[in-house]
């Protein structure tokens, strides 16, 4: 055995336990109970505790010191692990834990607060999930921006600054196009009831459509449509309106796209670094 190898190999079973947590966050919002709010609370933050102290273990770094890349592969896996690796560090296990449990429980006050059109039902939540991304974001950034050290999840390496000269470059031509339309005559709604079960039908073959393998992959219902997982296990969700049915069809293609990009990936890479978008 050798460093990279021995590194791999921890490696995918921390990436096998990050897809366990994923299974938990899905399963949250399509088939648990709502009295296992709590519960699940619970578990999500034991499995950030185990995930982030696998993702700090001190045996990493010392791999990383002595592992030889020996392809592009290789080099791409060690520089995703070592920006994890360094990223973890610097967030307390504590504030991970805390993070992952109450973003769990605000998911269903959310819910409820957007069923009851009550925002300020959600509000105190929010305000916590933004009190701990803030501290995480500076736990992250130390004397940097904070923002910047958020959005490098997402998007690696931009700044805040950059995205901003973005929108700044996009919004004449779009305040223009809005106007445009706006003053075109509004389109012919629909005016009827449309059966849930048919949109879902109809979900279902536009996914396949589209190239979603329902062998490796189901879609289910949820309050926001989302993506999950990645490799052999990609599951989708959207919602139904009665009266909208197009709102179904648009998010089942919208969150196909992210599922198909996942299940294409190559196989070599199932738990590691490059497995997932």
């Known amino acids: 055995m050798t460093a990279y190898s021995d590194l791999m190999s921890f490696t995918r079973e921390t990436e096998a336990l990050s897809q366990i947590a994923g299974r938990l966050g ?21 499995m950030a505790n185990v995930l982030h102290a696998r993702r700090t273990d001190p045996q990493i770094g010392e791999w990383l010191e002595t592992a030889e890349a020996s392809d592009e592969v290789a080099k791409a896996n060690l520089r995703h692990i070592k920006k994890s690796y360094d990223r973890t560090l610097k967030v307390p296990a504590d504030l991970a834990a805390e993070l992952a449990k109450t973003t769990s429980l605000a998911h269903r006050v959310w819910a409820q607060a957007r069923a009851d059109e009550d925002v300020a039902a959600f509000l105190p939540m929010l305000e916590k999930v933004v009190d701990l991304r803030r501290q995480e974001a500076a736990a ?40 445009a339309i706006l003053d075109k005559p509004a389109p012919q709604t629909l005016a009827q009831d449309f059966d849930e079960a048919g949109q879902l039908a109809l979900s279902q073959k536009l996914a396949a459509a589209f190239g979603y393998n329902f062998k490796n992959g189901r879609i289910d219902k949820a309050v926001h449509p989302f993506s999950s997982g990645s490799g ?46």
């Open 26 to 46: 899905w399963d949250q919002e399509t088939m648990m109970p709502e009295g296992a709010t709590p519960q699940r609370a619970e578990e999500h933050g034991a």
């Open 140 to 179: 992250v950034a130390g004397d940097g921006n904070a923002y910047d050290a958020l959005l490098d999840s997402y998007e690696p390496e931009a700044t805040g600054d950059e995205i901003a000269a973005v929108f700044d470059a996009l919004r004449p031509g779009l305040v223009d196009l809005r106007s």
């Open 232 to 277: 052999l296990d990609v599951r989708i969700t959207t919602r139904t309106s009665a009266d909208d049915p197009f709102n179904c069809f648009y998010s089942t293609i919208h969150e196909v796209g992210h599922a198909c990009y996942e299940q294409n990936i190559n196989p070599e890479f199932l738990l590691t670094p490059l497995g997932s978008g």
